[in-house]
């Protein structure tokens, strides 16, 4: 990870989920995240999400200094698409995109894990989920 995104993380201080933690809880086994350029440290980011909708983003310390040459802030927004499996006609039951996670081990400063629950692998009703280990895990891309 490049000292631009370990910065970024460390000045997090909270998680917003625009629908609300209880309905994020209920309704996504997983969101996919990237990180968005933005001018502030709080608040959605105004910016026009191409790529998808966005369900929650990072929110910087007030003290955060700006990441970029540009003097914008490196946040994390985390959103879903038309085809992922919390959408209508979702294409992704049984698997997950490579920039998701379950957004249950999701907290500020800390990237989340992708677990057997993001992937569908088990029953949504399950609150210990733990990432996946052994020979069946994949390899990388564990957040």
């Known amino acids: 990870m490049s000292d631009a995104s370990t910065t970024s993380l460390s000045q997090e201080v909270a998680i917003v989920w625009v629908e609300g933690w209880d309905t994020v809880d209920a309704k996504y086994d997983y969101v996919r995240w990237m990180f968005e350029k933005t001018r502030n440290r709080t608040g959605q980011p105004r910016g026009a999400m191409r790529a998808g909708?966005?369900?929650?983003?990072?929110?910087?310390?007030?003290?955060?200094?700006?990441?970029?040459?540009s003097r914008r802030?490196?946040?994390r927004v985390f959103y879903v698409k038309d085809n992922d499996r919390s959408e209508?006609?979702?294409q992704y039951q049984d698997a997950t995109p490579h920039e998701a996670v379950d957004p249950r081990t999701l907290s500020p400063g800390a990237h989340g894990r992708l677990t057997d629950r993001a992937r569908g692998r088990r029953p949504a009703?399950?609150?210990t989920d733990t990432p996946a280990?052994?020979?069946?895990?994949?390899?990388?891309?564990?957040?």
């Open 53 to 69: 909708r966005i369900v929650g983003f990072a929110e910087l310390d007030d003290s955060a200094e700006p990441t970029e040459p």
């Open 73 to 75: 802030y490196r946040r």
């Open 88 to 90: 209508p006609n979702g």
């Open 125 to 127: 009703q399950s609150d």
């Open 133 to 143: 280990s052994g020979p069946d895990a994949p390899d990388g891309m564990l957040f």
